[in-house]
């Protein structure tokens, strides 16, 4: 049965961690575990100034007209920006049909073909299930088809909004008809380092996930780019020379204007424009600054880790401590988790679920140790407690092992020893079940009357019994709360007395001898074993007196009476002379108890 207790905790600490392992695998707390690998992942870095972004704003729809705008005003532009010799244009604007009117568009290709720099976007539809892995487009939207010629590329801007509605990862790219379409800021990357002589980073080298998606590792808050309003540059208040050598996004910055605006973990509360997001994405590749999500089963491993040693260590540990210990082991992995997420290459990992299991498995251990706090208690409430008095079962589960080492103290108690009269005649006649069920009876009654009135039940020796009173408890009046043990006593042997006397012919009586003084109380005996008693002179004095006792005979010696004289009406028993006192003690008999 130990045993099998024993095993207990580990089995439940093995099935909080397969819990934890099943929630882990259907990222079942996904949203919560985002929201803390934001706060403690994403962090605002410096932001490059050879990114610039032309914002379709409100203040250029208010000077330039109601959108759309025609064709020939993007036209315009990408001359204007295009003759001071950019790096890179990356228009993020879905030109998808030509235009009703004949020879609308005609400026616009013309410019974006002569510019040789432009790169425009696509936008892919998909299917309702994907396998992991395979990200295959069902359709696609792009430039119409002289536009499409006359770019420099063209790449996707689908966007990937986790469930509480936060961008965290690009999608590098997908299959459409048998043919792979790059990221729109892929695509500018790539020309960026080609125009720059820069080698590009090889895509294999961009740690992605089963849906080939990679984690945006942001640089700047929303409008930490510098922006440029779209009809300040088609005024010519911006020259053309501003725009050299760097990289130019152009896209809506209006709210309302195709809803291109998202919110990302820099800044959740605060929309960030589509063409920023681009922005952030171009600026990673750039830096060649990435994180790679620790694989499931590496995660599960590095969980376990923390689980064993918070199974190991929590259990070892009071409250307050495992408190420190949790706090310790917390701080530890979170610092570990952070310095691993740092770097250009850094690793991530789902924590929610390893700090959670730790926590749990704290309130799990408070609980374990809670339970078997209580069945110990039980344990020793009903085992010991049929041994010795409540209030030493109470002392001893207060004090656990401090409260039973070895040693006592001197003070003053009050002693009682009681035995059967005509007990040894009686066990001569009856059988042995009998006897013993007669014993029982009267020590039974012995340790009812003793408990009542607030006395310990020190022992019993055969067929007698010591208590002790005002201790290990202070008890006042502990001389008259002795002398009204007695008296219950006394008044209830007369309903056993008289079962004896009708069933065996025979009867038994008490014989009472009560003595005060002072004693050394405590914990006596090998630390192996021990008893809680009282020794000394005071003890050896309340014996003697018991054994002058007659059959139904309560004595008392005159230190007791001259505690309770007033409470009892007494015979003056005078001088009797005890073994082992050289001087003969006064006695007193208890004739009545009066009430009290």
Same mark, same amino acid.
């Given at each position: 049965?130990?045993?099998?207790?024993?095993?207990?905790?580990?089995?439940?600490h093995?099935?909080?961690?397969?819990?934890?392992?099943?929630?882990?695998?259907?990222?079942?707390?996904?949203t919560?575990?985002?929201?803390?690998?934001?706060?403690?992942?994403?962090?605002?870095?410096?932001?490059?100034?050879?990114?610039?972004?032309?914002?379709?704003?409100?203040?250029?729809?208010?000077?330039?007209?109601?959108w759309?705008?025609?064709?020939?005003?993007h036209?315009?532009l990408?001359?204007?920006?295009?003759?001071?010799?950019?790096?890179?244009?990356?228009?993020?604007?879905?030109?998808?049909?030509?235009?009703?009117?004949?020879g609308?568009?005609d400026?616009?290709?013309?410019?974006?073909?002569?510019?040789?720099?432009?790169?425009?976007?696509?936008?892919g539809?998909?299917?309702?299930?994907?396998?992991?892995?395979?990200?295959?487009?069902?359709?696609?939207?792009?430039?119409f088809?002289?536009l499409?010629r006359?770019?420099?590329?063209t790449?996707? !801007?689908?966007?990937? #909004?986790?469930?509480?509605? *936060?961008? %965290? $990862?690009?999608?590098?790219?997908?299959?459409?008809? +048998? /043919?792979?379409?790059?990221?729109?800021?892929?695509?500018?990357?790539?020309?960026?380092?080609?125009?720059?002589?820069?080698?590009?980073i090889?895509?294999?080298?961009?740690?992605?996930?089963?849906?080939?998606?990679?984690y945006?590792?942001?640089?700047?808050?929303?409008?930490s780019?510098?922006f440029?309003?779209?009809?300040?540059?088609?005024t010519?208040?911006?020259?053309?020379?501003?725009?050299?050598?760097?990289?130019?996004?152009?896209g809506?910055?209006?709210?309302?204007?195709a809803?291109?605006?998202?919110?990302?973990?820099l800044?959740?509360?605060?929309?960030?424009?589509?063409?920023e !997001?681009?922005?952030? #994405?171009?600026l990673?590749? *750039?830096? %060649? $600054?990435?994180?790679?999500?620790?694989?499931?089963? +590496? /995660?599960?491993?590095?969980?376990?880790?923390?689980a064993?040693?918070?199974?190991?260590?929590?259990r070892?540990?009071?409250?307050?401590?495992?408190?420190?210990?949790?706090?310790?082991?917390?701080?530890?992995?979170?610092?570990?988790?952070k310095?691993?997420?740092?770097g250009?290459?850094?690793?991530?990992?789902?924590?929610?679920y390893?700090l959670?299991?730790?926590?749990?498995?704290?309130?799990?251990?408070?609980?374990?140790?809670?339970?078997?706090?209580?069945?110990?208690?039980?344990?020793?409430?009903?085992?010991?407690?049929?041994?010795?008095a409540?209030q030493?079962?109470?002392?001893?589960?207060?004090e656990?092992?401090?409260?039973?080492?070895?040693?006592?103290?001197?003070?003053?108690?009050?002693?009682?020893?009681?035995?059967?009269?005509?007990?040894?005649p009686?066990?001569?006649?009856?059988e042995?079940?009998?006897?013993?069920?007669?014993?029982?009876?009267?020590?039974?009654?012995?340790?009812?009357?003793?408990?009542a009135?607030g006395?310990?039940?020190?022992?019993?020796?055969?067929?007698?019994?010591?208590a002790?009173?005002?201790?290990?408890?202070?008890l006042?009046d502990?001389?008259?709360?002795?002398?009204?043990?007695?008296?219950?006593m006394?008044?209830?042997?007369?309903?056993?007395?008289?079962?004896l006397?009708?069933?065996?012919?025979?009867?038994?009586?008490?014989?009472?001898g009560?003595?005060?003084?002072s004693?050394?109380?405590?914990?006596?005996?090998?630390?192996?074993?021990?008893?809680?008693?009282?020794?000394?002179?005071?003890?050896n004095?309340?014996?003697?007196?018991?054994?002058?006792?007659?059959?139904?005979?309560?004595?008392?010696?005159?230190?007791?009476?001259?505690?309770?004289?007033?409470?009892?009406e007494?015979?003056?028993?005078?001088?009797?002379?005890?073994?082992?006192?050289?001087?003969?003690?006064?006695?007193?008999?208890?004739?009545?108890?009066?009430?009290?």
């Amino acid at each position: 049965m130990v045993s099998a207790l024993k095993k207990w905790p580990l089995i439940i600490h093995i099935s909080l961690f397969a819990l934890c392992a099943l929630l882990m695998f259907f990222n079942a707390l996904g949203t919560f575990d985002y929201r803390l690998q934001d706060a403690l992942y994403q962090k605002p870095e410096a932001i490059s100034p050879n990114i610039l972004i032309v914002g379709i704003d409100d203040e250029s729809l208010t000077v330039l007209g109601r959108w759309p705008w025609p064709r020939d005003y993007h036209g315009e532009l990408i001359r204007i920006i295009a003759e001071g010799r950019p790096a890179v244009i990356g228009y993020d604007i879905i030109f998808a049909e030509e235009s009703a009117a004949t020879g609308e568009d005609d400026y616009l290709v013309q410019m974006a073909a002569e510019a040789g720099t432009v790169i425009f976007p696509t936008y892919g539809t998909f299917a309702s299930s994907t396998r992991r892995g395979i990200i295959q487009a069902a359709g696609i939207s792009q430039p119409f088809a002289a536009l499409d010629r006359a770019a420099a590329g063209t790449g996707h !801007i689908n966007t990937i #909004i986790d469930d509480d509605g *936060i961008v %965290r $990862r690009a999608l590098l790219g997908f299959e459409y008809g +048998g /043919q792979r379409i790059n990221s729109f800021a892929w695509e500018i990357y790539r020309l960026y380092a080609e125009k720059t002589g820069a080698a590009p980073i090889a895509a294999a080298d961009i740690p992605v996930d089963a849906w080939q998606r990679t984690y945006i590792r942001y640089s700047g808050q929303p409008y930490s780019f510098e922006f440029i309003p779209f009809y300040r540059v088609l005024t010519g208040e911006i020259p053309p020379e501003y725009f050299r050598d760097k990289i130019i996004l152009v896209g809506p910055t209006a709210i309302g204007l195709a809803d291109d605006y998202y919110f990302t973990p820099l800044a959740p509360q605060v929309p960030m424009y589509g063409v920023e !997001i681009h922005g952030n #994405i171009i600026l990673q590749l *750039i830096n %060649r $600054r990435f994180w790679s999500e620790i694989s499931f089963i +590496g /995660q599960l491993a590095i969980t376990f880790a923390l689980a064993a040693a918070g199974y190991c260590l929590l259990r070892r540990c009071k409250p307050g401590i495992g408190a420190l210990v949790l706090a310790g082991l917390a701080g530890l992995f979170l610092a570990l988790i952070k310095a691993g997420a740092a770097g250009p290459s850094g690793h991530i990992i789902s924590f929610i679920y390893p700090l959670g299991l730790l926590a749990i498995q704290y309130i799990a251990v408070l609980a374990e140790k809670f339970i078997a706090e209580m069945l110990e208690k039980k344990r020793v409430t009903g085992v010991f407690g049929k041994y010795v008095a409540p209030q030493i079962v109470d002392k001893i589960l207060k004090e656990g092992e401090a409260g039973l080492h070895l040693g006592g103290v001197r003070r003053d108690i009050t002693v009682l020893f009681v035995d059967i009269r005509g007990f040894t005649p009686l066990s001569e006649s009856a059988e042995p079940e009998e006897v013993v069920s007669i014993l029982n009876d009267y020590l039974t009654l012995c340790a009812q009357s003793i408990f009542a009135y607030g006395g310990t039940l020190d022992k019993y020796i055969g067929d007698a019994a010591m208590a002790i009173y005002n201790a290990p408890l202070d008890l006042p009046d502990h001389q008259l709360r002795a002398v009204q043990t007695a008296w219950a006593m006394h008044q209830g042997t007369q309903p056993l007395q008289a079962r004896l006397e009708e069933q065996f012919g025979k009867t038994v009586r008490f014989g009472v001898g009560i003595h005060t003084g002072s004693a050394i109380v405590g914990n006596i005996g090998a630390n192996f074993r021990m008893d809680y008693t009282a020794i000394g002179d005071t003890v050896n004095t309340a014996a003697r007196i018991e054994s002058c006792s007659k059959p139904g005979q309560i004595l008392i010696s005159q230190e007791v009476y001259d505690h309770v004289k007033d409470y009892v009406e007494v015979t003056d028993i005078g001088l009797i002379q005890v073994k082992g006192k050289t001087r003969e003690l006064q006695v007193y008999q208890i004739d009545h108890l009066l009430k009290t």
